[in-house]
């Protein structure tokens, strides 16, 4: 229960830093900007959205059982009950699929507009016959490339951490072959890290 609360939100806030990204860096100055208020508009719509899906179970949507290890609780996606199968399904599809095309979208488009600023800066300076509009081009990273490595490695750990874990849960709603108990718990330990992995990267950004 409390790991499908947290790791629901960790994904849903991933979705809603993207979604801010997008608006201030591909919108500019035409975007409608993110006040206090609207953020903890967006923040309590997360935390909501989040429980919804965790307390649906205890109202007959959906079923909560033992994983691979008996020792922490889970989706159960072995019940052979449409109810509890489209639970998983729906599940899949708004708490994953939804923010993960949500976060392609966005960071397509912010690589896409800093890309072109940075080509635009390039330009311009060639044209004042200058190596550089920026002074500390040579001894830093390019910003796009220091963006794209950002978007790149947070989206391929979102990817690591979840995509294994709706595998076998898609697995065990369509019947397919079944897992061994070890394979089923390092799928759950993968999923139930991901809160962590997303601080660490941003940390790093920030000193590279």
């Not at 790991?3 to 997008?22: E, P, Q, T, V």
């Not at 860096?25 to 935390?47: C, E, M, N, Q, Y």
């Not at 108990?181 to 390092?186: G, S, V, Y």
């Amino acid at each position: 229960m409390w790991g499908s609360l947290f790791g629901c939100n960790s994904i849903l806030s991933m979705m809603a830093i993207a979604f801010d990204r997008y608006n201030v860096i591909v919108k500019g100055i035409s975007a409608t900007p993110f006040t206090i208020k609207r953020s903890l508009l967006w923040i309590l719509l997360i935390w909501l959205f989040s429980a919804l899906w965790t307390v649906f179970p205890f109202f007959g949507w959906g079923k909560y059982g033992p994983e691979g290890n008996m020792t922490a609780c889970g989706t159960d996606y072995l019940v052979p009950d449409f109810l509890h199968r489209s639970y998983i399904f729906f599940y899949g599809l708004f708490v994953y699929f939804m923010p993960l095309f949500s976060i392609i979208y966005s960071y397509y488009f912010i690589l896409s507009a800093v890309s072109a600023h940075e080509k635009s800066m390039r330009e311009q300076a060639k044209k004042m016959n200058v190596a550089s509009l920026r002074s500390s081009e040579n001894a830093n990273t390019s910003t796009e490339h220091k963006l794209a490595k950002v978007a790149l490695v947070t989206i391929s750990l979102w990817f690591m951490a979840w995509t294994p874990y709706l595998v076998v849960n898609f697995m065990g709603i369509f019947d397919a072959p079944p897992i061994a108990p070890l394979n089923t718990i390092w799928c759950s330990l993968f999923a139930k890290c991901s809160a962590i992995y997303n601080p660490i990267v941003f940390r790093g950004a920030i000193f590279d």
